[in-house]
């Protein structure tokens, strides 16, 4: 089921010309998995125990549409779902939509791999899949 987080775009987010920053999509991204996850942390940042445990989730593979660039107060509804999940890796579906005028900015998939500290994939926690299960997605 889709994931919803609203956001505003601040200031830094844009360039010189007043426009989002594309590559900031891609933080939005993260803002939303985040989100998404805090089902299965109790509220506490959802990738900081494990980052204490020595795991990480990086993505290792983007993809993305952009159809309407966003400006600085712009407010935004990113949605996250996630499509595949595999013993060690998840792929995210996002959209990301203008709240004013309902407009999508920017879809894609983003595809991450559960690393231990020396970046050998391993199972995805426990909590991570009952979340993702209990969301009903992948």
Known sequence: MTHTTEITVDWGDTDAGGLIYYPRFFHFVIVGLNDYFRLATDG????????????????????????????????????TTVVDS????????????RAADDERVAEGEVSFVFVDDAFEATPLPDEIRECIRARGDA
């Open 44 to 79: 506490e940042h959802p990738m900081e125990r494990y980052r204490r445990a020595g795991y990480v989730l990086p993505a290792v593979e983007a993809s993305a549409s952009f159809h309407s660039p966003l400006r600085a107060g712009d407010e935004a509804v990113i949605e």
């Open 86 to 97: 595999g013993t060690s890796s998840l792929t995210l579906a996002f959209a990301i939509t």
